[in-house]
């Protein structure tokens, strides 16, 4: 029943002979994402699909260093070449409602047009307005109002001096107002002895006259100041008329440029009524001469509300917008409102609008970075509830968060035209799909990145041409011969993991072929070559396996317990991997089982110790229930053991190692010893079949590496494998060497009496019709040693009763 793998099955190799080229120089770069067919589909379809609700948008699963960002960013710059630029965004001053800016679409490269045309006119109106003042037609026609309206006043003057008069009073004008004099009947005034010296009948009503002239007097000065009220109101309708006059020509130019546009228009027609409305800010600004105080003041400037803030400025954007952000902070996503601090007072306006990552990518496509977005909830709420709204808000962070904050600037929203792209791995993906309830809603199209792709012929020319692509955006990497291009094609098998697949890692891959260049040029080569390569590889193991040489180390001085020659009942070597970052390498562990008599069963030394997993409890389970569908068909199964993983002393989970542990049991049960030499990997299920497990390529090498350290590389030494994994073997080229030359071997099995045979020397045995198995096997001595244990029992508890 044994079976040993000839070497040619444990490595595919790759023929360079099949490649017709010297260099990947002669080699058309690869232009297109391979292997990813399926995930290409459904990207394809979600960039497609045009949803005016926003439900359309993707989410690209895939492990690191797939190709993700690379295939979206390929597909999207191809995508945006032949959609139509988006507009500029813009925001200008609310005349109405200062606190809340208007937003102006205008199209591509008309923001800092209309920009310029505002900065344009109101620098010329600066210079112009006052000139209007200074005309000699303005000042002539001014100079005609006031003396026609000065004429009235003083006509008021002596009509109130008149009327005074004839109450026996005259009036007196003065700086600080109106004085009123009594009179004598000739006409002079009276003195104030001569008053005084007067009866007090005559005083009583000289101040009852006097009262009557003052009320006489208030309401001439009523009249005089509505006629200067007039005069004024004169003067400004003049200079409303001049100005209009002199700016109408300036803005009808500009509503000629921007008919089409009907919020420019109603921005032209508002900026023109508050020039009119604040022409003496104009009028001052010709006085170029400031008075300097003695203390810093706050900056202001009257003319800024004129300006225009360019949020967005797409004159230089080709097709639609692509805005990869990979801090999505809030601010960074939606924009934000500075705030400029002057002497303790808090400052804003709308020039302080700063746009976010959504206005730059409004009207194409915006791509985000999973781990970094779902880091910060407030981020990902907001852009919830803008992609559902259809708006891209401004608001304050502390306010969306309950927080109580400064009253400031609420910008007008923007239409929300943006396609969102979210990169991240699976595990992200479905918690949002479980326990996000809008996240399926508004992300309906997933675009799945694979690890791994067929491995063809066509694949193989595919991934020359990737690193003929390689070297064209790195000019400083070195070409590969066609020994070259093989090795990484064999490399691309052992990160796959099967000798049929070929890895999508292509970050991995990459990073190989700029080491194998730098060896390749430090040893003068004018390209990379096979050697180059194996030798780059080397050197990447040789930086990252400090721990897996320190515990090889501790194996070979007898510090970790591993034995690889002899034969011991009860032990042996199971296979584990443990990683180590970036970095994955095979260790071996000694396996022990001890059967005694008793009923307590199998007793899992990890379980006990809560050092064990649930997937290996579960494996230690199906061990009992092999046991009794192989031995307790006539009788119960009785016997007490105890299987453990010595010298572990952190947490072991999942099933690899069942195998391995029930031959540990039946070594202890039948008492025939295990070679040493051979270590096992494989799962068990309860009718004794071996079952598939992973790292295979790993615990094999690593098993290696002991026993070469140990120097017991003597033909006796191996790895038991399920069949099922032969195809997973990409061994490291120094295993397959000894394989070849005999000094190692290894046995695929698919069941556990194949396992039995390799391990102990002795056939496992068949079931016989008496139910018993054949004489002298493993089997035999198994269902012996349970009748043994059985009977010990029975005749305990008989003797109990007795």
Known sequence: MIKELDAA???????????????????????????????????????????????????????PGTGKMSAVEYFLNKASEN???????????????????????????WGARLRDDINHLITRLKRDIPRVFESDEFKARSKKITERYTAKRSELFEKMEDSSRKFGFSIQRTPIGIKTFPLHKGGEALSQE??????EDERKEILKRQSEVQV????????????????????????????????????????????????????????????????????????????????????????????????????????????????????????SVERRVHMGVVQTDFTMIKPGSLHRANGGYLVLNANNLFRLGLSWEALKIAIKRREICIEDPLQMLGYASTEGLKPESVPFRVKVIIIGNPHIYELLHHHDEDFPKLFSIKSDFGTEMDRTSAREKDLARFLRACCQESPNLLPFDPTGVAKIIEYSSHLAGDQKKLSCEFGNLTAVVKEASYWAEDQGSPCVTEEHVRYALKKRDNRRNRIEEKIREMITRGQILVDTDGEVTGQVNGLAVLQMGNFTFGKPSRITANVFTGKD????????????????????????????????????????????FEQSYSMIDGDSASSTELYALLSSLSGIPIHQGIAITGSVNQKGEIQPIGGVNEKIEGFFKVCKAKGSLTGKQGVIIPTQNVDNLMLDEEVVSAVKQGKFHIYPVSTIDEGVEILTG????????DGTFSPGTVFCHVDERLEQIYQTLKQEKKNEED
């Open 9 to 63: 099955r444990l490595r595919l190799t790759c023929d360079p002979s099949t490649f017709k080229f010297k260099t990947t120089d002669e080699l058309e770069p690869l232009d297109k994402i391979i292997g990813q067919e399926r995930a290409i589909e459904a990207l394809k379809l979600g960039l497609g699909i045009k949803d005016a609700k926003n439900r359309y948008n993707i989410y690209v699963a895939g492990s």
């Open 83 to 109: 959609e139509p630029r988006p507009p500029d965004l813009c925001y200008v001053h609310n005349f109405a409602e200062p606190y809340t800016p208007h937003c102006l679409e205008l199209p591509a490269g």
């Open 194 to 199: 001569e008053y005084e010296a007067l009866p």
């Open 216 to 335: 006489l007097v208030q309401e001439n000065l009523q009249e005089i100041a509505r006629v200067e009220e007039e005069r004024e109101d004169e003067i400004k309708k003049l200079a409303k008329e001049a100005v209009l006059f002199m700016i109408e020509p300036h803005f009808a130019k500009l509503k000629q440029h921007y008919e089409k546009i009907d919020k420019a228009i109603t921005f032209l027609s508002d900026l023109k009524t508050d020039i009119v409305r604040h022409l003496e800010e104009f009028k001052q600004s010709g006085n170029q001469s400031k008075q300097k105080l003695p203390f810093p003041m706050l900056p202001s400037d009257p003319f800024k509300r004129y300006s225009v803030n360019v949020l967005v400025d797409n004159s230089q954007t080709e097709g639609a917008p692509v805005i990869v952000e990979q801090n999505a902070t809030y601010s960074n996503l939606f924009g």
């Open 601 to 644: 069963g199998i007793i899992d030394i990890e379980r006990e110790a809560e050092l064990g997993g649930h997937s290996h409890t579960k494996g230690i389970l199906i061990l009992k229930g092999f046991l009794g569908e192989r031995f307790a068909r006539t009788r119960p199964l009785s016997l007490s053991a105890s299987l453990t």
């Open 762 to 769: 002795v056939p496992a045995g068949e079931l016989q019709e």
